[in-house]
């Protein structure tokens, strides 16, 4: 892809462009198996104006799979429309119009609630909104009496008009009420409410509402919200905060906001360096389990020494856990010859990666990385200590997959319970997740 855009930034011109209808690519993972890395259920190419609409894994689609379907697709679609619309107006300004293209594109996210991206992002979803209540009105006048065309008609309405709101219950939990919120948090392997993490579309939406008011109030006019987009876009600046360019400084503030903000105390944070000797574990060509690569590590220390299972690539590909120690975490003396762990199940027989340690009373609890080639689960196993002390691989229990069926990666077990629950950290990419659990059976 970066080739492609350094390609389209020196190359292209506006006569390249051209305006053409959406085309939507509806297919099986058998006849793309690529596509099984795809965390989501379509992928977008904005350049070429293509949606990508893939069916889920087993397992997979949370709560609300259609109206996942149903808001991704449409987003999808006023994503292309909307873009096309600007590159229209860089192709009429013919400078520079390959590089504005792909500034549009790249480093766009912005933290700042009041960030062009978040801004602009928020205009996908009021057109979606727009979209929402003209397909009812069109659905009504085209129902005939229908009684469950109708019935369709009235809930695209109410999606409509309750998009953007959100009330708050008695004992101060928030709900949202926007579909993509449900629907998206869900199909993220989400329970129960949505958190504030996963509100962006509320976020977004009061957050584009007080920036146009306030600017409104102000003289300003929306119209100039969006050409400053627009601007920040094509000289690749879309992360910028709106508030200072639009807003402007006001000293006023400083009368009513304190001199200094208390905070709790914190401990100085270190400054992390890195070792001098690195790296401090190697391939070793003799082992065909480890010739090509050693990476991704995780450590404990036990009886004064640290223990370091790490992933090993070897010349078949596979990937499997080997073991270093040291007396100091530095220096590696002592490294095995075999494996300390192997792929033995289905889910992992192109490869056991990414190993992470937890000490639980007398067991050493390992979770890891399941790859079959297509998706990646994450796993765990445990050992007794005297065991894994002892190099009794054998000894080595299965509990099995976490999630199964789920892609996912990279999870960790705190050591001790939160309220008399295990808790786990994981990546659904690109988010990092906790999951708590009264047991660690597996799933």
């Given amino acids: 892809m970066e080739q492609i855009w350094g390609l389209t930034k020196k190359s292209v011109r506006p006569e390249h462009f051209g305006t053409r209808p959406v085309k939507l690519l509806v297919v099986r993972h058998k006849e793309f198996p690529s596509l099984v890395e795809m965390r989501e259920i379509g992928a977008l190419s904005k350049i070429t104006g293509r949606v990508v609409i893939s069916n889920l894994h087993k397992g997979m689609g949370g709560e609300f799979p259609k109206l996942r379907y149903f808001t991704h697709i449409a987003k999808a679609i006023i994503e292309i429309e909307r873009f096309g619309k600007i590159w229209r107006r860089f192709a009429e300004e013919k400078k520079d119009f390959g590089e504005k293209v792909i500034n549009s594109l790249e480093g766009h996210w912005g933290r700042d609630p009041l960030s062009a991206h978040n801004i602009f992002e928020n205009g996908h979803q009021r057109v979606l909104v727009e979209r929402l209540g003209e397909m009812a009105q069109r659905i009504t006048q085209e129902a005939g009496g229908d009684a469950s065309r109708l019935s369709l008609a009235e809930h695209l309405q109410i999606m409509a008009d309750s998009y953007h709101l959100a009330f708050v219950l008695p004992d101060g939990t928030f709900i949202p009420c926007s579909a993509w919120t449900w629907a998206s948090y869900s199909f993220n392997g989400g329970k129960g409410l949505p958190p504030p993490l996963s509100q962006h579309v509320e976020r977004d939406w009061s957050s584009r509402e007080f920036l146009t008011e306030y600017f409104k109030a102000g003289g300003g006019r929306e119209e100039a919200i969006e050409e400053k987009i627009i601007d920040l876009m094509e000289e690749g600046r879309e992360w910028e905060d709106l508030a200072p360019m639009l807003l402007g400084e006001v000293k006023e503030a400083e009368g009513v906001m304190p001199e200094k903000i208390v905070t709790p105390g914190q401990p100085p944070a270190g400054a992390l360096s890195r070792f001098a000797a690195n790296p401090i574990l190697e391939p070793i060509k003799e082992h065909p389990w480890e010739a090509k690569s050693v990476f991704n590590p995780g450590v404990i220390n036990l009886k004064g020494r640290v223990y370091l299972i790490y992933r090993a690539l070897g010349e078949d590909n596979i990937s499997r856990l080997g073991l270093a120690v040291s007396k100091d975490g530095f220096k590696f003396t002592e490294r095995l010859e ?33 790859y079959d080639g297509l998706v990646a689960q994450i796993a765990l196993a445990s050992i007794g200590v005297n065991d894994f002390l002892n190099h009794r691989w054998g000894a080595w229990h299965r509990h099995g997959l976490v999630f199964p069926g789920f892609t996912d990666k990279d999870g960790t077990l705190f050591p001790e319970r939160f309220n008399g629950r295990f808790a786990m950290l994981h990546r659904v990419d690109p988010h990092i997740w906790i999951t708590f659990s009264s047991h660690l059976r597996c799933p």
């Fill in 338 to 370: 075999e494996p300390i762990f192997e792929p033995k199940r289905k889910s992992e027989t192109r490869g056991c990666e990414d190993p992470r340690l937890t000490l639980i009373g007398a067991r050493l609890y390992m979770v890891y990385t399941a």
